[in-house]
């Protein structure tokens, strides 16, 4: 820049110029040496990992900020869409193997009454048809056999059998907890189903992940009521967490995946001492755009706690739901200056987040530490309700919360399959995560669900929430 000026040393006035405006040159290439420098930290702690805030607290990056991580399938291939459809029954060609003959057999038999109902003789059974089930005990596989002997009236020959009892996927040969062994293990415990499919082998049972894909979407598709429960209950709360993190959707024909975004809507009163239960409801969209959120809440008017995400605003205004806004993300601002350049204003502001506008006055002009104020600034005033309404919390914690199992899994799969296969993890994780907060194993209230839930009255749906299964195993 000045060394295009063409200026003598005898000319105080030119002197004076240059002078200030190599003052002001200064002071600009020292502004965008800590922008940069922050930036790189940034960066540095995106790539390689972060440590614990400082001052002891909490470093909550559940969504932009944490990479997606992958564990690649040995054979490079995506895990193939959930199926949704149960009447693709009739479509596909099954080639089964029998089960293996070292497990453990029990045998449940159905036997109709000894008399005829028709003319009151004694029957005598003429043979009997066994249906294998596979279940899994944990840690173990077990056959259930269901056997109906098909009995004739010796007196009018008539023959009777008892029907086959519901199961959660008909005609299919999975029990209910193998089911959701196979549920937790991929939603709670981050197994793609690739290594649930190995994992199998190694018992010498063949399951083909394909196999597992197709589970896993008739058995989200019954469970799908029982979901939409749970987002009804959270909506009739007086407030809510919300929350949304990136996951990779599969784009057919590409070869290329897209950004999809998992929801999370938290209802917790617990540190209020509510008289609800805990609750955490999922969704699945294929895109960010603010009108999912709206479609999701729609005729909400309690509070939410958000991050200040744009797409959230068509929630907020008159006779609309209220904001409240999360200290955390303001408070993060802050530990991102503190760990790049030690900054001490910094610190005490992470002590003493309620005071920040009496710090800045000595804060301003010193950037990127004056951005963090002015987003504490303008975010603050949303921050204040909780202090006038003892239901609402300092921070949007309780959604990042949610969001943790999302980001844990997508670690260890590819993407999402197909808009189907990101619906069934919505509901898988609404169900587990939900189990979750109640302190209820999930593996075995899904178990239990499923046992039923086939012949359950979609109007008392509500008696299958987990807290209802704790009752009942009390």
């Not at 005490?348 to 002015?374: D, F, V, W």
Request: contains cysteine; glycine residues 8%.
């Amino acid at each position: 820049m000045l060394k295009d000026l063409d200026i003598t040393p005898d000319d105080p006035a030119e002197l004076k110029a240059v002078n200030r405006l190599l003052a002001d040159e200064v002071k600009a290439l020292s502004l965008k040496v800590e922008q940069l420098q922050h930036q790189l930290h940034g960066a540095n702690r995106n790539r390689f990992g972060s440590k614990s805030e400082s001052l002891d607290q909490l470093k909550l990056s559940l969504a932009e900020e944490e990479a997606i991580g992958v564990a690649a399938d040995p054979q490079n291939m995506p895990e193939p869409a959930s199926v949704d459809d149960p009447s693709a029954d009739t479509k596909r060609q099954h080639s089964r193997k029998p089960l293996p003959d070292h497990l453990e057999r029990k045998d449940t038999v159905l036997m109709p009454n000894e008399d005829c109902c028709r003319c009151g003789g004694k029957f005598k059974t003429l043979a009997e048809d066994v249906t294998e089930e596979l279940e899994y005990v944990p840690g173990r596989f077990v056959v259930n056999r269901i056997v109906r002997p098909r009995l004739s009236c010796s007196c009018c020959e008539r023959i009777v059998q008892l029907p086959l009892p519901s199961r959660p996927i008909e005609r299919g040969r999975p029990g209910a907890g193998l089911l959701a062994h196979v549920l937790v293990s991929k939603y709670a415990d981050h197994l793609p189903l690739y290594r649930q499919s190995q994992i199998f082998g190694r018992e010498g049972i063949d399951l083909d992940r394909s196999t597992l894909a197709d589970w896993v979407g008739r058995s989200t598709t019954l469970l799908e009521p029982l979901a939409d429960a749970i987002g009804r209950m959270v909506r009739q709360g007086d407030a809510l967490f919300a929350d949304d993190t990136p996951v990779k959707l599969q784009a057919p024909g590409t070869k290329k995946t897209k950004t999809a975004r998992i929801w999370a809507y938290v209802r917790d009163e617990r540190p209020w001492a509510g008289s609800s239960a805990p609750l955490a409801w999922y969704r699945f969209t294929v895109d960010r755009k603010g009108e999912h959120p709206e479609g999701h809440l729609s005729g909400y008017k309690g509070w939410v706690h958000a991050d200040g995400y744009a797409g959230f605003n068509g929630l907020i205004g008159e006779n609309k739901a209220r904001e409240m806004a999360c200290m955390a993300h303001i408070r993060r601002k802050f530990v991102d200056v503190h760990a790049s350049q030690g900054s001490s204003i910094a610190a005490e502001t992470i002590q003493r987040i309620a005071k920040l506008y009496e710090i800045e006055k000595r804060a301003r002009g010193k950037s990127p530490l004056a951005a963090a104020i002015r987003y504490a600034l303008s975010r603050l005033p949303k921050a204040r309700p909780y202090l006038g309404n003892g239901h609402l919390e300092l921070d949007n914690n309780c959604a990042e919360r949610a969001m943790k199992p999302i980001a844990l899994g997508r670690k260890n799969y590819l993407f999402m399959g197909s808009e189907g296969g990101g619906k069934s993890a919505a509901i898988a994780y609404t169900l587990i995560e939900t189990a979750k907060l109640n302190g209820i194993d999930p593996q075995a209230w899904l178990t239990w669900v499923l046992a039923q839930i086939a012949d359950h009255k979609i109007n008392r749906i509500n008696e299958l929430m987990p807290w209802c299964y704790a009752a009942k195993a009390a």
